[in-house]
Protein backbone atom coordinates (compact mmCIF):
# COMPACT_ATOMS: atom_id res chain seq x y z
CA UNK A 1 0.00 0.00 0.00
CA UNK A 2 1.39 3.44 -0.84
CA UNK A 3 0.02 6.95 -0.16
CA UNK A 4 0.52 9.74 -2.08
CA UNK A 5 0.52 13.59 -1.43
CA UNK A 6 0.85 16.20 -3.88
CA UNK A 7 1.82 19.81 -3.33
CA UNK A 8 3.40 22.89 -5.06
CA UNK A 9 0.43 23.86 -7.20
CA UNK A 10 -0.56 27.36 -7.44
CA UNK A 11 -1.12 30.77 -9.60
CA UNK A 12 1.69 31.40 -11.75
CA UNK A 13 1.49 33.74 -15.24
CA UNK A 14 2.26 32.32 -18.47
CA UNK A 15 6.25 31.78 -19.30
CA UNK A 16 6.74 30.79 -15.43
CA UNK A 17 7.60 27.84 -13.19
CA UNK A 18 6.23 25.67 -10.57
CA UNK A 19 8.04 22.53 -9.01
CA UNK A 20 5.24 19.68 -7.83
CA UNK A 21 6.17 17.32 -5.33
CA UNK A 22 4.56 14.24 -4.47
CA UNK A 23 5.93 12.49 -1.20
CA UNK A 24 4.47 8.78 -1.31
CA UNK A 25 4.32 6.59 2.13
CA UNK A 26 4.28 2.74 2.52
CA UNK A 27 6.44 0.08 1.87
CA UNK A 28 8.76 -0.37 -0.99
CA UNK A 29 8.51 2.94 -2.62
CA UNK A 30 11.55 2.42 -4.53
CA UNK A 31 9.51 -0.47 -6.35
CA UNK A 32 7.33 1.66 -7.81
CA UNK A 33 7.29 3.41 -10.87
CA UNK A 34 5.79 7.08 -10.78
CA UNK A 35 3.54 8.84 -12.97
CA UNK A 36 2.01 13.04 -13.20
CA UNK A 37 -1.51 12.94 -14.62
CA UNK A 38 -3.65 15.57 -14.93
CA UNK A 39 -7.48 16.82 -15.12
CA UNK A 40 -8.69 19.80 -17.10
CA UNK A 41 -12.29 20.85 -16.35
CA UNK A 42 -14.23 18.75 -18.87
CA UNK A 43 -11.80 16.70 -19.88
CA UNK A 44 -10.20 13.55 -19.42
CA UNK A 45 -6.96 12.66 -17.02
CA UNK A 46 -4.03 12.40 -19.47
CA UNK A 47 -0.60 11.37 -19.20
CA UNK A 48 1.87 13.89 -18.28
CA UNK A 49 5.73 12.22 -17.23
CA UNK A 50 6.45 9.13 -15.71
CA UNK A 51 9.80 8.02 -14.39
CA UNK A 52 11.11 4.50 -13.70
CA UNK A 53 11.29 2.93 -9.85
CA UNK A 54 15.26 3.75 -10.36
CA UNK A 55 14.70 6.96 -11.82
CA UNK A 56 16.89 5.56 -14.85
CA UNK A 57 13.75 5.83 -17.78
CA UNK A 58 12.00 8.98 -17.89
CA UNK A 59 8.50 9.49 -20.26
CA UNK A 60 6.69 12.68 -21.17
CA UNK A 61 3.85 13.32 -23.31
CA UNK A 62 4.68 14.86 -26.51
CA UNK A 63 2.76 18.78 -25.51
CA UNK A 64 5.17 19.01 -22.22
CA UNK A 65 8.60 17.38 -24.00
CA UNK A 66 11.14 20.08 -23.18
CA UNK A 67 9.63 22.08 -20.79
CA UNK A 68 8.85 19.42 -17.34
CA UNK A 69 11.55 17.86 -16.06
CA UNK A 70 10.66 14.57 -13.64
CA UNK A 71 12.93 13.20 -11.14
CA UNK A 72 12.74 10.96 -8.18
CA UNK A 73 14.61 10.66 -4.33
CA UNK A 74 14.28 7.74 -3.06
CA UNK A 75 16.08 7.91 0.18
CA UNK A 76 14.53 6.32 3.02
CA UNK A 77 13.35 9.46 4.64
CA UNK A 78 12.13 11.36 1.38
CA UNK A 79 10.31 9.28 -0.73
CA UNK A 80 9.43 11.92 -3.59
CA UNK A 81 8.82 12.34 -6.93
CA UNK A 82 9.02 15.52 -8.55
CA UNK A 83 7.82 17.79 -11.09
CA UNK A 84 9.51 21.00 -12.35
CA UNK A 85 7.54 22.42 -14.85
CA UNK A 86 9.12 25.32 -17.28
CA UNK A 87 7.88 27.55 -19.45
CA UNK A 88 4.38 27.50 -18.28
CA UNK A 89 0.99 27.86 -21.05
CA UNK A 90 -2.41 28.46 -20.30
CA UNK A 91 -3.20 25.19 -21.69
CA UNK A 92 -1.07 23.79 -18.38
CA UNK A 93 -4.13 24.75 -16.41
CA UNK A 94 -5.23 21.54 -14.99
CA UNK A 95 -5.47 19.53 -11.42
CA UNK A 96 -2.03 17.51 -11.42
CA UNK A 97 -2.11 14.03 -9.88
CA UNK A 98 0.42 11.87 -8.97
CA UNK A 99 0.21 7.84 -9.17
CA UNK A 100 2.12 4.84 -8.77
CA UNK A 101 2.59 1.19 -10.36
CA UNK A 102 4.74 -1.61 -9.79
CA UNK A 103 8.55 -0.98 -11.31
CA UNK A 104 7.59 0.23 -15.60
CA UNK A 105 6.40 3.34 -16.36
CA UNK A 106 2.90 3.17 -17.95
CA UNK A 107 0.90 5.90 -20.02
CA UNK A 108 -2.30 4.97 -19.09
CA UNK A 109 -4.16 5.93 -16.35
CA UNK A 110 -5.79 2.31 -16.10
CA UNK A 111 -2.13 0.96 -15.31
CA UNK A 112 -1.64 2.88 -12.13
CA UNK A 113 -2.25 1.74 -8.81
CA UNK A 114 -2.44 4.41 -6.16
CA UNK A 115 -3.48 8.26 -7.09
CA UNK A 116 -2.94 11.10 -4.38
CA UNK A 117 -5.22 13.99 -3.97
CA UNK A 118 -4.40 16.35 -6.93
CA UNK A 119 -2.73 19.64 -6.65
CA UNK A 120 -4.16 22.93 -8.31
CA UNK A 121 -2.25 24.68 -11.28
CA UNK A 122 -3.24 27.93 -12.89
CA UNK A 123 -1.69 29.47 -15.59
CA UNK A 124 -2.80 33.20 -16.38
CA UNK A 125 -2.08 33.99 -19.81
Known amino acids: QVQLVESGGGLVQAGGSLRLSCAAS????????MGWFRQAPGKEREFVAA??????????ADSVKGRFTISRDNAKNTNTVYLQMNSLKPEDTAVYYC????????????????WGQGTQVTVSS
Open 99 to 114: AARPITIRTMVKDYDY
Open 26 to 33: GRSFGSYA
Open 51 to 60: ISWSGGSTDY
